[in-house]
């Protein structure tokens, strides 16, 4: 962050220059100015006077090192860290890498996750990103074999199986659980549902164009301020998952947008603006649509709420399972029953609104597919226009959400099979002990390589053995048994279940944070 070189000291900055706010060497390493500052401080001259840029530069890079060691020294005090890590191009178009670190604190038992830096890159191949990844972790003394996780995007570059950087990582160490980005996941499988048809495909793109029309003119966005509670969106291209935002602005609000039409059709006189009226009308006063946004409202809200929640810190594996599996019941019932209670909802919306719409799907001349062979096997003719309109649009979309979220969330729900048993400690107390001890060597496998092994299985289990007898009503899950093993002193008590928790509770479920570090960069290149 660069200043003018006549650019008045932060006031900010001036407490970390009072006489005991450095030491003597810090000081003698400064020039000859900031010598001159700290004098007219000391004399409580109060009269205005300058730095120079280096000088704040040099402050600001002092700051920095400091929180950065504090960052590293608490990592090395965890032991086990994962890594998370985010590429995107800033406004200069130079391509930047985002390092976060995650781990559990030792002192505390809370989740971590850190900022240590922004890395420039000149390439985004999967061989390059892991050499600078190596190299930064060794230049703060950060051993790679004590990473527990990876946290990246799913682009071939990051997760590719063969040249990815993950694979890379795993190849140097195994024990380097890869998890790709939860909320990534979620982005992606939102993108198949809208290309699972073209119903799917139309609809963003209508809700998009009734943006577009209030968004041509400061005058017509001012009649939507003015007249609309929740603003109108502008469609997201990168985060699918925020869209619920422009889809609730017209669900809650259906015949207060429609009127904003109306005013607009009436108050500007055009024909360009008097056709696009005319065909948002058109479109949004039909059964097909008021079906089509119930619809996708349902499945953004809880796609949303899951996104929000797995951006936290603290999110672990337990939470984001418990999530899925949620969500996964949901959509399975939702596809079975879901049609008739949106068409129902559909209707009574119709009863409210002030505007007539039919109640019924448009009649439509149903094509039939020519025989090319005789042999062809005649395709059975859906009669119903709902019936079609349920194929086409609906039971594919959901199809298409049931079969990503099982394929998307296939490694979450792996290592939930391996670390699974230590996290819901009401199960631990009713699982039989011959169950118990083979998760514990289950898990002692996945946490050795060659002759090195992260706790002893048996060990495990004879701990686990141990608490079981106790009375820990208070403690739930594995967050708040490490807290209460803490708080007691009982590390050395059970090692090896300390060890075992602080490693799952490293692996991360997402790059929510890689990724707001971009927004904070993008601040700062724009506006300072």
């Known amino acids: 962050m660069d200043f003018n070189d006549d650019g008045l000291i932060d006031p900010n900055l001036e407490p970390l220059l009072e006489e005991n706010s450095m030491s003597d060497n810090e000081v003698d390493t400064i ?51 994962a890594i998370l890590l985010n590429c995107t191009r800033d406004v200069s178009r130079v391509e930047q890498m985002s390092i976060i670190l995650r781990f559990c604190n030792t002192s505390t038992g809370a989740i971590e996750e ?52 993950r694979t890379r990582i795993l190849n140097i160490n195994p024990r380097a659980f890869f998890t790709p980005c939860g909320c990534h996941s979620w982005n992606l499988l939102l993108i198949d549902a809208a290309n699972s048809s073209t119903i799917a495909k139309t609809f963003f793109g209508f809700i998009n164009k009734i943006y577009v029309l209030f968004s041509k003119s400061s005058k017509r966005w001012d009649l939507v301020k003015t007249k609309l509670k929740l603003t109108l969106k502008f469609l997201s291209e990168t985060r699918w998952e925020s869209r619920i935002g422009a889809v609730k602005a017209i669900f809650v609000q259906f015949d207060d947008v429609i009127e904003c039409v109306n005013d607009v059709k009436i108050k500007n006189g055009d024909s360009e603006t008097l056709s696009d009226c005319e065909a948002v009308l058109k ?59 949106t068409i129902a909802g559909a209707r009574l919306c119709i009863e409210k609104s002030s505007y007539e719409i039919a109640t019924e799907f448009k009649e439509k001349r149903i094509a039939k597919k020519k025989r090319l062979f005789a042999y062809e096997h ?13 194929v086409n649009f609906f039971n594919s979309m959901t199809d298409a ?39 514990c060597n289950d898990l002692g496998t996945i946490l050795r390589e060659d002759e090195n092994s992260d706790i002893q299985p048996y060990e495990l ?51 929510a944070s890689a990724e707001r570090s971009f927004s904070k960069l993008k601040l700062i290149k724009t506006y300072l």
Request: aromatic share 10%; net charge negative.
């Open 31 to 81: 020039d000859l100015t900031l010598r001159e500052h700290l004098q007219r401080i000391n004399e409580k001259q109060l009269d205005q006077h300058y730095l120079s840029h280096d000088i704040q530069n040099e402050l600001i890079t002092f700051m920095s090192k400091s929180v950065t060691d504090e960052i590293i020294q608490r990592v090395k005090q965890a032991k086990y860290y």
């Open 114 to 165: 850190h900022f240590v830096g922004f890395i420039s890159v000149a390439e985004t191949t999967g061989e390059y990103l892991t050499n600078t990844k190596l190299q930064e972790l060794d230049r703060n003394g950060l051993d790679i074999q004590n990473c527990r996780g990876q946290g990246y995007d799913n682009g071939a570059n990051m997760v590719g199986i063969n040249k990815g950087v």
């Open 461 to 511: 289990y004879e701990e686990l053995q141990l608490l079981k007898s106790h009375s820990l009503d208070s403690v739930k899950d594995a967050k708040q048994l490490i807290q209460y093993i803490l708080k007691n002193n009982l590390e050395e008590v059970y090692p090896n279940v300390y060890i075992t928790i602080r490693i799952m509770l490293t692996v991360p479920v997402s790059t």
């Open 378 to 390: 005649i395709d059975e003719t859906i009669e119903s226009v709902e019936m079609q309109y349920r």
């Open 401 to 439: 959400i049931i079969v990503d979220t099982e394929c998307r969330f296939k490694v979450l729900n792996e290592y939930y099979e391996q670390f699974g048993f230590i996290y819901d400690l009401n199960y631990l107390k009713s699982i039989p002990k011959e169950d118990l001890l083979k998760h």
């Open 283 to 341: 479109e949004m006063l039909t059964f097909e649509f008021i079906v089509a946004i119930h619809v996708w409202y349902e499945i953004l809200l809880r796609v949303n709420n899951i996104s929000k929640l797995w951006q936290s810190v603290q999110v672990n594996l337990k939470v984001a399972i418990d999530t899925l599996h949620s969500f996964c019941s949901w959509i399975r019932e939702f596809r079975n029953t879901g049609f008739e209670k």
